[in-house]
């Protein structure tokens, strides 16, 4: 009976008559990407911006999904207001510029903390490791070390149980510039969210 449930829902989906509602955190520290990924959900287009001042919102449409999206900004200043918007979220996705290996350490203690926060228990995290594009960044192998995410959930595992993982984590690499990776993190993101 699900599998009939799913399938009209995806129909209404396509049809743009139906979609799931999420309110999600954009973090990780300043020039990840966040804003740039945001802009290109939203317009479809890169835009290079200036740092991230103040927190955003946008209510996008991604596939399924209707999201009320959060772009809290990454430098230390904005990380204190990050505990402020934990509270009723659906989703994180932490962006980390895979290019910037001396950061790798900073970003593990922001995604350790949210990680071990009780107000984000259960709550997916999508691990975006972002500009492939350019030569030097990380492999996926390398971000996940760094970050100590080695035991994720698994991109094509379809039952999640929370006795077994506080928080469902997957890694992906991506080129937000590029369009590149992020499409079949969201949609790994979007098993989670009702």
Same mark, same amino acid.
């Given at each position: 009976?699900?599998?009939?449930?799913?399938?009209?829902?995806?129909?209404?989906?396509?049809?743009?008559?139906?979609?799931?509602?999420a309110? $999600?955190?954009?973090l990780?520290?300043?020039?990840?990407g966040?804003?740039t990924?945001l802009r290109?959900?939203?317009?479809n287009?890169? =835009?290079?911006?200036?740092?991230?001042?103040?927190?955003?919102?946008?209510?996008?449409? =991604?596939?399924?999904?209707k999201?009320?999206?959060?772009?809290?900004?990454?430098?230390?200043?904005?990380?204190?207001?990050?505990?402020d918007?934990?509270?009723t979220?659906?989703?994180?996705?932490?962006?980390?510029?895979? =290019?910037?290996?001396?950061?790798?350490?900073?970003?593990?203690?922001?995604?350790d903390?949210?990680?071990?926060?009780?107000?984000?228990?259960?709550v997916?995290?999508?691990?975006?490791?972002?500009? $492939?594009?350019?030569p030097?960044?990380?492999?996926?192998?390398?971000l996940?070390y760094?970050?100590?995410?080695q035991?994720?959930?698994?991109k094509?595992? =379809?039952?999640?149980?929370?006795?077994?993982?506080?928080?469902?984590?997957?890694v992906?690499?991506c080129?937000?510039?590029?369009?590149?990776?992020?499409?079949?993190?969201?949609?790994?993101?979007?098993?989670?969210?009702?």
């Amino acid at each position: 009976m699900s599998f009939v449930w799913d399938w009209f829902y995806s129909i209404l989906a396509s049809l743009g008559l139906y979609h799931k509602n999420a309110k $999600i955190l954009f973090l990780g520290l300043d020039n990840a990407g966040k804003t740039t990924l945001l802009r290109m959900l939203k317009d479809n287009r890169a =835009v290079s911006s200036e740092p991230t001042l103040h927190p955003n919102s946008e209510e996008l449409i =991604v596939g399924q999904l209707k999201l009320k999206a959060f772009d809290l900004g990454g430098h230390e200043t904005a990380r204190r207001l990050w505990q402020d918007y934990t509270t009723t979220v659906d989703a994180v996705v932490f962006l980390v510029d895979a =290019v910037d290996r001396q950061r790798f350490p900073e970003a593990k203690r922001e995604l350790d903390n949210l990680l071990s926060s009780d107000e984000l228990r259960g709550v997916p995290f999508l691990v975006l490791g972002n500009k $492939i594009d350019l030569p030097s960044a990380a492999s996926e192998d390398e971000l996940k070390y760094a970050l100590g995410c080695q035991d994720t959930y698994g991109k094509d595992a =379809v039952q999640y149980d929370d006795r077994c993982v506080a928080n469902p984590i997957e890694v992906f690499m991506c080129s937000v510039v590029r369009r590149m990776g992020y499409k079949d993190a969201f949609q790994w993101l979007s098993q989670f969210l009702t």
